[in-house]
Each structure stands twice: as C-alpha cells, then as structure tokens.
C-alpha cells in the first residue's frame, strides 16, 4: 500500500513538473524542425530578447533566419554595461559574424526589461509593417515575454513562440537544479502577478 502511495506521489510529481516545465515555455514550431512550409507557416522577423544566455538566444535566432523563416532579424535589449556596447549590437555583431548580412539585421537597444523589450520592438514593427513574427527567448521566459509582446503589440500582430530549448540556464532537466527552480518559480509568480495586478507588475 505504501509503495503503491509512494508511485502515485511520484507520477503527479512529475506530471507537475513537466506540465510546469511546457507551460512555461510554448513552442508553436514544435515539430517543424524542417523549416517552414505548408503546415509551419514562415514570419515577417524574428525577433530576438537579450537577457539570461543571450548569446544561445542569439544563436537560435540565427538558425531560424539561415532555415528561411524570416528574411529579417530584431535583437531587442540595452546595455547591460552602459559603458560598453548595447546587448543588441553585440546580438548583431554575432550574427553579423555568423553570415547574416547587415540589411537582415535591425536593432532596438533602450530595452531593460520584458516590459521595454515590447514596447520598444512594437514601434520597429510598426514601421517595417510586420504582421507575424516568431518571438525568441529562454525557455522559461517564453510564456511572459509573450503576454507583454501580445499587450503591447495587439491582435492584428500574430506571435509565433518559438524558445531556446536548451541554453546554460535552463534545459529539460531543469527541476533538478537550485538555479532551475529559482527561475521557474520566478517567472511563475511574475505571470501570476500579471493575471492579479496587471502588465506594470512584469518588469
């Protein structure tokens, strides 16, 4: 009886954790590993968050852009040094060293955080007249920087998420990590408080 107890703790524990783990980070390219086509529809941008393993967010959104699921690049963030280069145009000076030309690439660099990061990209959105993008990020912050891109940049915008699956922060054995459990439970509460108080609580 108690290792039958002891199974059935075990198995909603991990549900638990997967079912954490998926909805933190959607991932609407999931299963279209071969590029666009009929069934995985391609983008206008992809659009790029720096923040946490910037450089695997950068990557990934390099990999997006050489498979042809967008012909243009946005690398949104400020400098995490303000006496050194933004994180955008470190973002770009990685791509541009990666083969992406410069005409793919364009950069908002004034963003602190999710927030910002929104708010900022909605206006170099505005003017190239994008209307799909695939948003790029860590996996654990897929699921807020989604909610802010979808306030900030309404329904006529639609947003393919699409989250960095493994990167030096967070992988799919997350849970079994201190730092793993700090950023999911992290997030976890900021997305509660965005349902409770409002945008201006995600920051």
């Known amino acids: 009886m108690i290792k039958w ?10 549900l638990g954790i ?8 959607p991932d609407d390219l999931r299963g279209c590993t071969a590029g666009p086509s009929e069934n995985c529809q391609s983008a206008d ?3 790029a968050v720096s923040g946490g393993d910037t450089a695997a967010r950068t990557d990934e959104a390099i990999r997006l852009y050489k498979q042809d699921w967008a012909p243009l690049i946005i690398f949104s963030g400020a400098a995490q040094d303000p ?3 933004s994180n955008a145009q470190a973002m770009r000076s990685r791509a541009l060293g990666q ?29 190239h007249d994008l209307k799909r993008i695939i948003l790029v ?7 807020r920087a989604s909610l802010e891109f979808k306030a900030k ?19 799919s054995l997350w ?5 793993g459990w700090w950023l999911a439970i992290g997030e976890l509460v900021k997305i509660i408080a965005y349902f409770t108080w409002g945008r201006e609580m995600l920051q």
Do not use: M
């Open 5 to 14: 107890v002891i199974g059935i703790a075990v198995a909603l524990i991990s």
């Open 18 to 25: 997967f079912a954490l783990g998926a909805f933190l980070g």
């Open 45 to 47: 941008a992809i659009v």
């Open 83 to 85: 006496s050194g280069p």
């Open 99 to 127: 083969g992406v030309p410069d005409t793919a690439i364009e950069i908002e660099e004034f963003s602190r955080n999710t927030s910002e990061n929104a708010a900022n990209t909605a206006q170099v959105i505005a003017e």
């Open 137 to 143: 990020t860590s996996a654990y912050h897929q699921r």
């Open 153 to 171: 940049l309404g329904p006529t915008i639609t947003i393919v998420n699409h989250p960095v699956a493994h990167d030096r922060q967070w992988s």
């Open 175 to 179: 849970w079994t990590t201190p730092g």
